[in-house]
Each structure stands twice: as C-alpha cells, then as structure tokens.
C-alpha cells in the first residue's frame, strides 16, 4: 500500500542553525501538507501545497519557513533559523486531489530537537 | 483556538464493548469531518470520515455519528478491541480551498482485556 515517507526520523541541532525536513508523498497525490505537534498540544496545520505553489499557511509559518518541491517526488520543509519554540514532531500529509472528500495521508513524522 | 474539542482526554473500554469517542465544534463553516488514530512514534492514521450532508457514515466496526444543530460528532467502536488502543484525533476542514485539518487534542482510549 502507498504511503507518505519522512526522513530523518529525528533531528537535533542548535538553535539559530537552519534545518530541511523531507517527505515523499504518495506518487499520485496533488495536495501537499505540513502539520506539527509540540509535545502535549494538539496537531496544528503549518501549509498548504498545490499546483508547485502555497495555497495556504498559518499564522505560525512565518518568514523562517519555507517549503519546496525541488523534484516530482520530494516535499521539503526548511527552516532557516531554528528557535526552542520549534522543537516538535512535524508531519507531512499528502491527498489525492482537491475537487472531493478525501483523506489527508500523513507520514510517520520527524522529531525535531532544537537545543 | 478552540475550534475543535474533544473534551475528554481519556477514556478506559473492556474489551467486546463499545466505546464512544465524542468531539465538538464551533465553526459552522465545517463540512468535512475526519477520525485519525495514532499509535506512539507514528503519523496519524484515518480511520473514517463524514460530509455535511450526512448524519452517519459506517466502515466495519466503526461509525461516525454527526449532529450538525449541536456541533457534535462521536466516533463509535463495536465491539472494541486490543488493538484499537490508541490516542483519537477527530479533525474538522473546509471542502473549499486547501481542506486544512483542524485537530482536537485526542483521545486517549484504552482497551483492557
């Protein structure tokens, strides 16, 4: 069965360093996400991706994100200067189209530690 | 931002009985509503939706009930088993535009044998 890869599994780094968290979605897939979870709090949306372009962001997706297709498989995360505050699991979700019902897809997430 | 609740943060099943998850909404505007479980050091999971238009949806032993009038919709497991032991997310979007998930905080449902 398809399924929505992360990697790494976790990463830690120093705060202010820039990191790239990368997810392959299901091949098939138009829609594109990220989502994360401070530990303890809830699943939060951080982006939208369609058409190689963002269709919409939250307030937390500030100028220190960015996100990239580079590729026709991968879907990349970037942040530029780490902060404590972004330490948590970040989870890509990819779905098939945009026109219907259907279910967002997610990967198994990668930790990010900023120390 | 409190748009989604699920306001119990665990709950304890035997097993063979039914367990009922329940989620609450205050955004009127949502049409499409969504269960996940997760397992610890996994994604997300889906386990069933529901549209607006409906007020039941079932797949095997799993049933989404959804009241629009009372912005509330419960997830129900019959019977419950071991293996369903997990943390519930109900997760609520728009059909318009990028269908952006809004997640309650979870559930945690433990199955005991």
């Keep these: ?115 | 931002d409190q748009q989604v609740k699920q306001n119990s943060p665990s709950l304890s099943v035997q097993e063979g009985r039914i367990s009922i998850l329940n989620c609450d909404y205050t955004n009127s505007m949502f049409d499409y509503f969504l269960w996940y479980k997760k397992y610890p050091a996994e994604g997300p999971t889906f386990l069933i939706s529901i549209s607006s238009i409906k007020d039941k949806n079932e797949d095997g032993r799993f049933t989404v009930f959804l009241n629009k009038s009372a912005k509330h919709l419960s997830l129900h497991i019959v019977p419950s088993q071991p293996g369903d032991s997990a943390v519930y997310f109900c997760a609520a979007s728009l059909i318009q535009g990028a269908q952006k998930l809004v997640f309650g905080q979870g559930t945690r449902l433990t199955i005991n044998p």
Excluded at chain 1, 34 to 39: A, E, G, P, T
Excluded at chain 1, 85 to 101: P, V
């Design chain 1, 1 to 115: 069965e398809p399924e929505v890869t992360q990697t790494p599994s976790h990463q830690v780094t120093q705060m202010g360093q820039e990191v790239i968290l990368r997810c392959v979605p299901i091949s098939n897939h138009l829609y594109f996400y990220w989502y994360r979870q401070i530990l303890g709090q809830k699943v939060e949306f951080l982006v939208s991706f369609y058409n190689n372009e963002i269709s919409e962001k939250s307030e937390i997706f500030d100028d220190q994100f960015s996100v990239e297709r580079p590729d026709g498989s991968n879907f990349t995360l970037k942040i530029r200067s780490t902060k404590l505050e972004d330490s948590a699991m970040y989870f890509c979700a990819s779905r098939e189209d945009w026109s219907s019902y259907n279910e967002q897809f997610f990967g198994p997430g990668t930790r990010l530690t900023v120390l």
